[in-house]
């Protein structure tokens, strides 16, 4: 069973910054398009950006656009949201998700795989 393993959660003040890692017990992760999501308390999970199978397109929320980026790192089989400029409206569960199949949507049924979230809270 593949493992995703989300790390880096933190209380922070507005307008700090966050760094998140998504790491897979799959030796393939790194072929797989990835995904994160976030959950605040009684909303819907929505979609913040995702990174393609290879790398080569990212695309994001237009809430987060500008302030987040996600990157890969193929040398360590892991996925970061860098989370910039953040505010109380960004608290929330974050999670990565895998989709093997490589379609790169926002759609939460496209992702095969889930880590179990971690918190980033944000005072202001």
């Known amino acids: 069973q593949v493992q995703l393993v989300e790390s880096g959660g933190a209380s922070v003040q507005a307008g700090g910054s966050v760094r998140l890692s998504c790491t897979a017990s799959?030796?393939?992760?790194?072929?797989?398009?990835t995904a994160w999501f976030r959950q605040a308390p009684e909303q819907e999970r929505e979609f913040v950006g995702a990174?393609?199978?290879?790398?080569?397109?990212?695309y994001y929320a237009d809430s987060v656009k500008g302030r987040f980026a996600i990157s890969r790192d193929t040398t360590k089989s892991a996925v970061y949201l860098q989370m910039n400029n953040l505010s109380p409206e960004d608290t929330a569960v974050y999670y990565c998700?895998?989709?093997?199949?490589?379609?790169?949507?926002?759609?939460?049924?496209?992702?095969?795989?889930w880590g179990q979230g971690t918190q980033v809270t944000v005072s202001s």
């Open positions: 990174i393609s199978c290879g790398g080569g397109s990212i």
């Open positions: 799959a030796r393939t992760f790194d072929s797989w398009a």
């Open positions: 998700a895998a989709d093997v199949r490589c379609r790169l949507g926002s759609r939460r049924s496209n992702y095969d795989y």
